[in-house]
């Protein structure tokens, strides 16, 4: 026996019947969302296509100031602090009141004139280099002579060629791990600890751990779990313990 659902129970408290029509009456968006399955099994009718695109420009996510490189350059420095007092200058001689609020703006402005932005933008791999590359078509092309020809010295020219890829690749990687050595040594010596520990989690290929969700125990709090009820002794009369 089946058990009668919400739309028969709506249906049978406001007087109708459970047929098909009935129920469609109760629930209409059924009888929609049957409409758009067929739409997209069939073809479409042009009422069920999706929303159009929003018109005008779109809102981008905001680039990040490149500090590093802003502290690197006293002629973006300078720039940047003669943007700041101008505008300050600017209020006072008008007879505005210089506030917090108004150096903040003017502190914004200079920063979206003066201060570059870091461009996101992700590392090419080591096999996209353009010597790799150049070494990776010179094998290509050996092996097609080898295959052409079949002779002892075709397969000289690809085993060298193939060697030559192997010792192009090992000196790309090394220079890139020297590269950030280096990179380690400035940031450390900078006391910019996290971003040393960042560079150094990249040489070695560590992730960092995942946060458990979710707040951890605190100390103390698993005795408070086993601790008796009040007027009962603290510890067991066998325990030794008073």
């Avoid at 094998?139 to 010295?153: K, L, M, Q, W």
């Avoid at 751990?209 to 086993?226: F, K, M, N």
């Avoid at 007027?231 to 325990?239: D, L």
């Amino acid at each position: 026996m089946d058990v009668p659902g919400p739309s028969h129970q709506y249906a049978a408290s406001t007087g109708l019947h459970t047929g098909k029509e009935e129920v469609e009456e109760v629930h209409p968006e059924r009888r929609v969302l049957q409409h758009v399955r067929l739409c997209r099994l069939r073809s479409p009718c042009g009422c069920c296509e999706a929303a159009p695109e929003p018109e005008g420009p779109q809102e981008r996510p905001r680039a990040r100031p490149d500090w590093e490189a802003f502290a690197g350059s006293p002629e973006l420095q300078a720039n940047y602090t003669a943007e700041v007092r101008g505008r300050l200058h600017l209020l006072a001689e008008e007879g505005e009141p210089t506030t917090y609020e108004r150096f903040l703006s003017a502190s914004e402005e200079a920063t979206r004139k003066w201060v570059p932005t870091k461009g996101r933008h992700r590392a090419s791999p080591r096999s996209k280099h353009p010597e790799v590359v150049r070494a990776r078509t010179r094998v290509e092309e050996a092996r097609r002579s080898f295959e052409r020809e079949g002779t002892t010295e075709s397969q000289e020219e690809l085993n060298g060629a193939k060697q030559q890829l192997f010792s192009t690749y090992d000196r790309i990687k090394g220079e890139e791990l020297m590269e950030k050595v280096k990179k380690v040594e400035t940031v450390h010596g900078e006391r910019r600890y996290k971003e040393s520990w960042k560079v150094i989690n990249e040489m070695s290929g560590h992730k960092r751990s995942r946060r458990t969700a979710g707040r951890l125990q605190p100390r103390g709090e698993g005795d408070l779990l086993v601790h008796p009820l009040p007027g009962s002794p603290r510890h067991p009369p066998n325990s030794g313990r008073s």
